[in-house]
C-alpha cells in the first residue's frame, strides 16, 4: 500500500513547522499549541487583528472628492 506524503504548514505565531496527513492530527490548527492560539486569539480581543467590512456609501464618496 501506498503511503501518503504528509503536508506541512508553519505555526502562524511562533513559526513551527507542523506535519500531518490531517488536520485532525493537530488538535490546535493551525497552531502548534495552546499558547498559540491563545496568543491570537487575544490579538483579536486587542484589535490588533481585524476583518474590514465591506466600504460604505459614505466611504466611497469621501474616496471620490
Request: with cysteine.
Amino acid at each position: 500500500k501506498r503511503q501518503r506524503k504528509m503536508s506541512k504548514i508553519k505555526c502562524r505565531i511562533c513559526g513551527k513547522e507542523l506535519f500531518y496527513n490531517s488536520i485532525t492530527d493537530i488538535p490546535t490548527f493551525p497552531f502548534c499549541s495552546k499558547r498559540c492560539k491563545l496568543t491570537d486569539l487575544g490579538s483579536w480581543f486587542n484589535e490588533e487583528r481585524c476583518i474590514e467590512g465591506p466600504a460604505t456609501n459614505d466611504q466611497l464618496e469621501d474616496n471620490n472628492e
